[in-house]
């Protein structure tokens, strides 16, 4: 069955559809094939009006891929002008490689590229294959610049991922200098400390665990959960007397931790205390 009015894009030629149930046209001249929604003479008319359709979504992936790539190269000139020239062609959020144009520039530090897409209307909050994003990407980078450009536009400070981590996650979770900042400049807009659970651990054992006094008490200050435990059922006044420091442990106390608590062994704090030698200074 030739398919009436539809020619191939490459040498002009007529396009043949089989009479059997394939999906295939394929051109009488250079052999090129087109995929089609409909099937068999019965279909003819469904078949002629799908090959339009594809040529446009094979349009629109590869005007998406093309935009991508200058973004991912830091091309800001040639992405804006690609964006001008074929802005109904290229879907902003497409992903390559696991990645859409804002989640790989935050990551990588475009800080110009990520202000121009989000003066684009590119979604602020749209995710990467790891349902990450951009404000997680930089967070994880350690980047507090494209951080605080993502916040004041209103991303999503208390998304999650796949692997229920947020941004304040990963800034907890790294003994690096920027993501300490990173941590207190999420904290400050009012990030929240009791959802992220990175590596079956709340961000606040993370921070006890890295013995960062300063942010435990920060975190604490913004409604940590002072008796959360770890996915092992370690309680964090635990995690302090073991890894944190006795400046963590006191604090934790202070603040009004629960003592009477026990770990899943039925372990209480007093008698760890004592098995670490510390009973004394922690009898209250």
């Known amino acids: 069955m030739i398919l009436e009015k539809i020619l191939c894009e490459t040498c002009g030629g007529q396009l043949e559809l089989p009479e059997d149930a394939s999906i295939t046209a394929r051109c009488l001249v250079c052999g090129n094939t087109y995929i089609v929604k409909g099937s068999g003479a019965q ?11 594809q040529r ?19 091309k800001l000139s040639e992405a804006k002008n690609y964006w001008n020239e074929n802005k109904s062609f290229i879907d902003i959020g497409f992903t390559v490689l696991g990645n859409t144009a804002l989640t790989i520039s935050a990551y990588k530090g ?8 989000i003066e684009a209307g590119c979604p602020l909050d749209q995710r990467n294959d790891a349902q990450q994003t951009a404000l997680i990407r930089a967070a994880i980078k350690g980047d507090k610049e494209i951080a605080e450009i993502l916040l004041k536009a209103g991303a999503d400070i208390d998304a999650i991922d796949k692997d229920n981590c947020t941004a304040l ?48 008490e920060a975190l604490l200050n913004a409604g940590a959960d002072i008796n ?17 420091g006795k400046d963590i442990l006191f604090l934790l106390i202070e603040k009004g931790a629960d003592t009477s608590v026990t770990d899943k062994k ?8 004592a098995r670490y030698k510390i009973l004394d200074e922690v009898n209250i």
């Open 228 to 244: 959360c435990t770890d996915k092992d059922e370690n309680p964090a006044i635990f995690i302090a007397l073991i890894a944190g």
């Open 169 to 216: 996650s990963y800034a907890v979770d790294s003994s690096s200098s920027v993501h300490k900042e990173i941590s207190f400049l999420l904290l400050e807009n009012k990030a929240n400390p009791n959802i992220g659970f990175k590596y079956g651990k709340p961000d606040l054992i993370a921070a006890i665990r890295r013995k960062n006094k300063p942010l435990v």
């Open 110 to 117: 475009y800080k110009e590229i990520v202000k121009w897409l």
């Open 266 to 273: 039925g372990e209480t704090f007093f008698e760890l205390a």
């Open 56 to 74: 446009q979504t094979d349009e629109k992936t590869k005007c998406s891929e093309q935009f991508f790539y200058f973004c991912n190269n830091n």
């Open 43 to 53: 279909n003819k008319k469904a078949a002629n009006a799908a090959l339009p359709s």
